[in-house]
T-cell receptor
Framework: EAQVTQNPRYLITVTGKKLTVTCSQN?????MSWYRQDPGLGLRQIYY???????DKGDVPEGYKVSRKEKRNFPLILESPSPNQTSLYFC???????????FGPGTRLTVT | LAKTTQPISMDSYEGQEVNITCSHN???????ITWYQQFPSQGPRFIIQ???TKVTNEVASLFIPADRKSSTLSLPRVSLSDTAVYYC????????????FGAGTRLFVKA
């Protein structure tokens, strides 16, 4: 089954404790992206990657890092999480030349 | 990237046709218009995409006037399960994948 998976689905952590949210897709998509969703603000793009080793900032990249060492994986790294990063995070992938994004199930992160 | 404007919310009743309009006055020549649907706590799901005139699939229709400064997503005979947030996205995929979703339109379908 074609899908985007994220882990963990739920995470509660404390300020400053480094964490990684994994994202993997099995559709051989070149493009992958991370979004955060907060009430009333819709989806905001954090980072995106056009292909392996090619990443770029979205609208809200501060406090996040990404890497793209393999085509299928695009982990989101929070080196020193803060409470304002409490949010619902979505990973998505797509073939190039389309806005046909496939989204993962989401990761609900709480930073206390 | 073209900025989009949609109504914040809409109400409808089961069985009615719902039309959600998106304004995108600064749409560029190469931009496509794409609509997504999102249920609570789930990732958005692609509904339909178009460039001009009319596109129809098994879920919805998309109407785009000649000037392309707006588009209308039409959902025929909605049901309770169509209650969701609908996002309009405008952009040129080959030119880059920086995406702006906006706040979307919250559709509430009543029995």
């Amino acid at each position: 089954e074609a899908q985007v998976t994220q882990n963990p689905r739920y995470l509660i952590t404390v300020t400053g404790k480094k964490l990684t949210v994994t994202c993997s897709q099995n559709m051989n998509h070149e493009y992958m992206s991370w979004y955060r969703q907060d009430p009333g603000l819709g989806l905001r793009q954090i980072y995106y990657s056009m292909n392996v080793e090619v990443t770029d900032k979205g609208d809200v990249p501060e406090g996040y890092k990404v890497s793209r060492k393999e085509k299928r994986n695009f982990p989101l790294i929070l080196e020193s999480p803060s409470p304002n990063q409490t949010s619902l995070y979505f990973c998505a992938s797509s073939l190039p030349g389309a806005f046909l994004l496939y989204f993962g199930p989401g990761t609900r992160l709480t930073v206390t | 990237l073209a900025k989009t404007t949609q109504p914040i919310s809409m109400d409808s009743y089961e069985g009615q046709e719902v039309n959600i309009t998106c304004s995108h006055n600064n749409i560029a020549t190469n931009d496509y218009i794409t609509w997504y649907q999102q249920f609570p706590s789930q990732g958005p799901r692609f509904i339909i995409q178009g460039y001009k005139t009319k596109v129809t699939n098994e879920v919805a229709s998309l109407f785009i006037p000649a000037d392309r400064k707006s588009s209308t997503l039409s959902l025929p005979r909605v049901s309770l399960s169509d209650t969701a947030v609908y996002y309009c996205l405008v952009g040129d995929p080959p030119g880059g994948f920086k995406t702006i979703f906006g706040a979307g339109t919250r559709l509430f379908v009543k029995a």
